[in-house]
């Protein structure tokens, strides 16, 4: 299950790059100081999930049960943060209307692929082994 997780993680960081690279590219670091996607949440995202993989690797390395619960626990944050962005694109946005908006298939797949990775990441630490 450690291996599959592994898989779907890497799913949803692929499509989280592309959402990132699509933000950046639309001019997100040069918008306004108030935006629909604050760069503070947009960068503490996949921080978060990018330190909860390392968790989850050395978990996977190491066989060590603390580390899987330690990258649930930075999963979890990034989900909390993931969600806040998904209810601001679903909505119009209190301070900018229309402009380019971001490609549906990769939100869906990316939030998909989080959903999966964090329901593997807690039945896996769960478990009684990890991989």
Do not use: D, N, Q, Y
Request: proline share 3%; with cysteine; hydrophobic share 60%.
């Amino acid at each position: 299950m450690g291996l599959v997780t592994a898989g779907t993680w890497t799913i949803a960081a692929v499509a989280g790059l592309h959402l990132l690279w699509h933000w950046l590219s639309g001019g997100g670091m040069r918008r306004a100081k108030v935006t629909r996607f604050p760069a503070t949440l947009v960068f503490s995202h996949p921080v978060l999930a990018v330190s909860a993989l390392v968790c989850w690797v050395g978990a996977l390395v190491t066989g060590s049960r603390v580390l899987a619960w330690v990258a649930f626990g930075g999963l979890a944050a990034a989900a909390l943060l993931g969600f806040a962005m998904f209810t601001r694109w679903l909505g119009a946005g209190r301070h900018e209307k229309g402009g380019p908006g971001f490609p549906a298939l990769a939100v869906t797949l990316h939030g998909l692929a989080g959903v999966a990775t964090f329901v593997l990441v807690f039945l896996a630490a769960s478990a009684a082994r990890v991989f």
